[in-house]
């Protein structure tokens, strides 16, 4: 008997060799489009609770105190002088400066005083100057002494060890008076 | 004389050298769709703006309150009173030792309500908190 062969078919397949690259363009879309939020803000540390009766006052000369007093109204008053919210860096960055090379017990402490009406906003921006004027004093400091920015300095260095121990950043957050009726 | 039954000669095999690149791409769905512990907000808040932040490098360390435009609180996924705030936040820092709270207030609410938060937290004695700012450019 003869047989006829078939004429052999050839194996369907999916052309797969492209699914590489389809899959690596879709993780390089992603990752381009992917936005990785990071928490920005303002970083503080508040005193530890003590009860009221236990508590102690401290006295602070007037020479190292900077009270940063907010009202109602956003008038902002520095040592008992009326000033705008974007002065406040440049008066206290001087101030900072005298005392770089001073014990730290004899370090400035800047206390921000608020009402309870006062606006959020504003006391993040008189915070926020109050934190410029130390960071740039730092700035400046580095960069005379160790001829770097201050973002380029490792975290755990020295010269950062140094720097945190000159200048602390000392803010004290007095608790708002409860307004007059 | 044997019968033989009559067999298609055609392979009938499912290719699968693409295998890993589906399962490449179904992985990849699900990163990209999979937000970690997802918190629905449930208060309208619009930050302020400041120029000297700093960045919070370590995420898991960050617990949020968010404080909304009618002076709403929200710890975790619900809405909460203030005094209940020092418990919630006292057994947050028993599981998390150095937890940061990220206060997410909003910019027109007053003083008031952001200082007793922070009576609550020292009481928790949460003492490293920070005030969420967006950068001001």
Known sequence: MIQIKKKKKPDPEIPSSSMADISFLLLLFFMVSTVIDVDTGIGLTLPEFIPPEQQTTVPISKDRLAAVLINENGDVLLNNEIIAIPQISKTLIPRIESKIDLPDTKKLVVSVKTDRKTNYNLYIQALDQVKEAYFSVREQYSQSKYGKRLVDLNDKSEEMKEIREKIPITISIAEPEAIKK | ?137
């Open chain 2, 1 to 137: 004389m044997k019968f033989e039954k009559k067999r298609s000669n055609t392979k009938t095999s499912i290719p699968t050298a693409s295998m890993p690149d589906i399962v490449f791409m179904l992985l990849l769905f699900f990163m990209v769709t999979t937000t970690l512990r997802e918190v629905d907000v449930l208060v309208q808040f619009r930050l302020p703006e400041a120029k000297a932040i700093e960045k919070i490098e370590n995420k898991r360390l960050i617990s949020y309150i968010w404080i909304g435009q009618d002076g709403k609180i929200q710890v975790n996924d619900s809405l909460t009173k203030l005094d209940e705030i020092q418990k919630i936040m006292y057994s947050k820092r028993v599981s998390l030792p150095n937890v940061i709270v990220s206060l997410r207030v909003d910019k027109n609410s007053d003083m008031g309500v952001v200082t007793d938060i922070q009576q609550e937290l020292r009481k928790a004695s949460c003492l490293r908190i920070n005030y969420s700012t967006l950068l001001k450019i």
